[in-house]
């Protein structure tokens, strides 16, 4: 990799980036204390808060991606999703997967159920016309597919909603490398109080149930 291309790489994991530069400016205040105790100590105070700051924020955002609060094409004539009571019940494809009409943030889409994926992806088309917005210190996630090894973006999307379940404020990939799709990952299922596969039929249970949304 050269120069340019590390810059641009760092450029996409700015906690990685602070925690160099932490680690940069820490040794330069342990060689500035031979000569300036006071400032040298200062300097590598400031590394050193440096250092902790890219820690707590690494674990908020493993965190984040991990715990909950609150690849195949469409297949045509999918199945239409039911709300039965607190559950949102999805049965089968024909295909042998669970897919789901959802709204990112009002715009409809499909999503494919993926138990496998950590986080919930979604395609550059769906990003752009959802309208969701790229963050102001962009981090990068290299995903593994069918193709290979791809590189993804991290966002945020206000709303997603689908039956009687609404998931705000999720994380998300934008990964060009699966065309059209969009997958419903862990990062949205831990939010629920519970979901589970019986026959053909994935059963749906949120901590709290919202106005019924479209089939």
């Known amino acids: 990799m050269d120069f340019h291309g590390l810059i641009e790489f760092l450029l996409q994991q700015p906690l ?19 000569a300036s105790p006071m400032l040298g100590g200062f300097v590598r105070g400031v590394g050193n808060l440096g250092l902790v700051a890219a820690l707590l924020l690494t674990i908020a955002q493993v965190t984040r991606f991990t715990t909950g609060t609150d690849l195949a094409l469409p297949q045509l004539d999918m199945p239409a999703q039911t709300v039965e009571g607190d559950e949102t019940r999805v049965p089968m494809g024909r295909d042998g997967h669970f897919w789901i009409n959802a709204t990112v943030n009002g715009v409809r889409k499909r999503f494919l159920v993926d138990t496998g994926a950590t986080l919930t992806a979604i395609s550059p088309s769906t990003a752009e016309e959802a309208e969701i917005a790229e963050r102001a210190f962009p981090q990068a996630v290299m995903m593994r597919t069918a193709n290979g090894t791809i590189q993804a973006e991290v966002r945020s999307v206000d709303e997603l909603r689908f039956g009687n379940v609404v998931a705000r404020d999720l994380d998300v990939v934008v990964a060009p490398g699966l065309g059209d799709a969009n997958v419903i990952g862990m990062n949205l299922l831990s939010r629920l109080a519970s979901w589970r596969v019986e026959g053909r039929t994935l059963i749906l249970v949120p901590n709290h149930p919202q106005k019924t949304a479209l089939n």
């Open 16 to 34: 990685l980036a602070l925690a160099i530069a932490s680690i940069f400016v820490a040794t330069a205040g342990g060689m500035l204390r031979r």
